[in-house]
C-alpha cells in the first residue's frame, strides 16, 4: 500500500539544527495526513507533529512547539521536519507514519503505515 522511508537522522550538539526527511511510495493517494512520532528508549512512542497530505492544517506536539516545523513537497511525496535548537531530551529513534482516515489524531493506533525509523541523538 504505502512504503515510508525515513532519513536525516545523527548526531548534533544541543542547540543545532537536523532535517529528516520521508520519503513516501506506493498507494499515496489513498493517504489523508503524515506525522511524525518518537521514541526514546524505555519509553512510549509520542507524538511530535502532523501535517495533512493534500491540505495546510498542522499540529505539533507542547514539547517541540516553536522548535520544529513539519512540511512537504507534494511533487517529490516527502514530508520533512526540519528540527531547531535540539535538547538533549529530543534524543530518541523518529518515526514517519501515514494516516488513511480522514481528521488528526496525536494516537499511534490512528495511524496506518510506518517507516524504519531514523536515529536522531543529541549531546549536551
Known amino acids: 500500500q504505502v512504503q515510508l522511508v525515513e532519513s536525516g537522522g545523527g548526531l548534533v550538539q544541543a542547540g543545532g539544527s537536523l532535517r529528516l526527511s520521508c520519503a513516501a511510495s506506493g498507494r499515496t493517494v489513498s493517504t489523508y495526513a503524515m506525522a511524525w512520532f518518537r521514541q526514546a528508549p524505555g519509553k512510549e512512542r509520542e507524538f511530535v507533529a502532523y501535517i495533512m497530505w493534500g491540505g495546510s492544517s498542522t499540529y505539533y506536539a507542547d514539547s517541540v512547539k516553536g522548535r520544529f516545523t513539519i512540511s512537504r513537497d507534494n511533487a517529490k511525496n516527502t514530508v520533512n521536519l526540519q528540527m531547531d535548537s535540539l535538547k538533549p531530551e529530543d534524543t530518541a529513534v523518529y518515526y514517519c507514519?501515514?494516516?488513511?482516515?480522514?481528521?488528526?489524531?496525536?494516537?499511534?493506533?490512528?495511524?496506518?503505515?510506518w517507516g524504519q525509523g531514523t536515529q536522531v541523538t543529541v549531546s549536551s
Open positions: 507514519a501515514a494516516r488513511l482516515r480522514l481528521g488528526y489524531t496525536s494516537s499511534p493506533s490512528g495511524y496506518n503505515y
